[in-house]
């Protein structure tokens, strides 16, 4: 069922954070603690009010960041290179994922809201280095965010993917919005299901899903 409503796909975009590592691996912990204390101390704001902020910027703007750059002049480089450093060691590597992921005919990329470094150390700590053909960054869609059209239009344009040949692979449902709208088969990836129409298909176990895509 599901392997023909794939067939037609060349091109395989994961998303990193969430998506190519589960929520109970609590890595993302460490970059939300290390973005309130930038903004505590950029802001000169107490605990409360960044974690409010960041609240906001996020449901606003797509990132902590764009709303930082958008009301604060923030420069991204060193504010990225700053939540980024954190411990890998939450993260184990996934043998299963691996072979899924290269069981998958055509090219396979990545395309995080974090950095292409990030995602670099990311995949070494789960065992998928030399997996995949391409890894973008929010540096690569000039700091623009995930949800907004554009930063996935930059993202594409660069991968010289084509939309209705490809898949996109998000724990975030409105990061699949834009993916829906331009033809690409979606795929939530996450602990719980969400019902929306750009929302194709639903899988709490992504190399468990990957596998029902090449089974003959
Ligand atoms: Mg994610």
Same mark, same amino acid.
């Given at each position: 069922?599901?392997?023909?409503?794939?067939?037609?796909?060349?091109?395989?975009?994961? +998303?990193? +954070?969430?998506?190519?590592?589960?929520?109970?691996?609590?890595?993302?912990?460490?970059?939300?603690?290390?973005?309130?204390?930038?903004?505590?101390?950029?802001?000169?704001?107490?605990?409360?009010?960044?974690?409010?902020?960041?609240?906001?910027?996020?449901?606003?703007?797509?990132?902590?960041?764009?709303?930082?750059?958008?009301?604060?002049?923030?420069?991204?480089?060193?504010?990225?290179?700053?939540?980024?450093?954190?411990?890998?060691?939450?993260?184990?590597?996934?043998?299963?994922?691996?072979?899924?992921?290269?069981?998958?005919?055509?090219?396979? %990329?990545?395309?995080?809201?974090?950095?292409?470094?990030?995602?670099?150390?990311?995949?070494?700590?789960?065992?998928?280095?030399?997996?995949?053909?391409?890894?973008?960054? %929010?540096? /690569?869609?000039?700091?623009?965010?995930?949800?907004?059209?554009?930063?996935?239009?930059?993202?594409?344009?660069?991968?010289?993917?084509?939309?209705?040949?490809?898949?996109?692979?998000?724990?975030?449902?409105?990061?699949?919005?834009?993916?829906?709208?331009?033809?690409?088969?979606?795929?939530?990836?996450?602990?719980?299901?969400?019902?929306? +129409?750009? %929302?194709?298909? /639903?899988?709490? /176990?992504?190399?468990?899903?990957? +596998?029902?895509?090449?089974?003959?």
């Amino acid at each position: 069922m599901n392997r023909q409503l794939f067939s037609h796909i060349d091109t395989w975009v994961f +998303d990193l +954070d969430h998506t190519l590592y589960p929520p109970q691996m609590a890595l993302f912990d460490q970059i939300e603690r290390k973005m309130t204390t930038y903004v505590m101390r950029e802001l000169t704001v107490s605990q409360q009010e960044a974690d409010q902020l960041r609240q906001n910027y996020w449901a606003t703007y797509g990132t902590t960041l764009a709303g930082l750059m958008t009301h604060h002049a923030v420069d991204p480089i060193p504010y990225l290179e700053e939540v980024h450093d954190i411990s890998f060691h939450p993260l184990q590597e996934d043998p299963d994922l691996r072979a899924a992921l290269e069981g998958l005919p055509g090219q396979k %990329i990545v395309y995080t809201n974090g950095t292409q470094p990030y995602a670099e150390k990311v995949l070494q700590a789960r065992g998928l280095e030399g997996v995949f053909d391409a890894v973008f960054g %929010i540096e /690569h869609a000039e700091f623009e965010p995930k949800p907004r059209r554009r930063a996935f239009e930059r993202v594409f344009r660069t991968a010289k993917l084509n939309p209705r040949k490809s898949a996109m692979f998000e724990d975030v449902p409105r990061n699949l919005i834009v993916p829906h709208a331009l033809g690409m088969r979606t795929v939530h990836v996450a602990p719980q299901p969400e019902t929306a +129409d750009h %929302i194709h298909h /639903h899988t709490n /176990h992504l190399s468990t899903f990957l +596998d029902t895509l090449r089974e003959a």
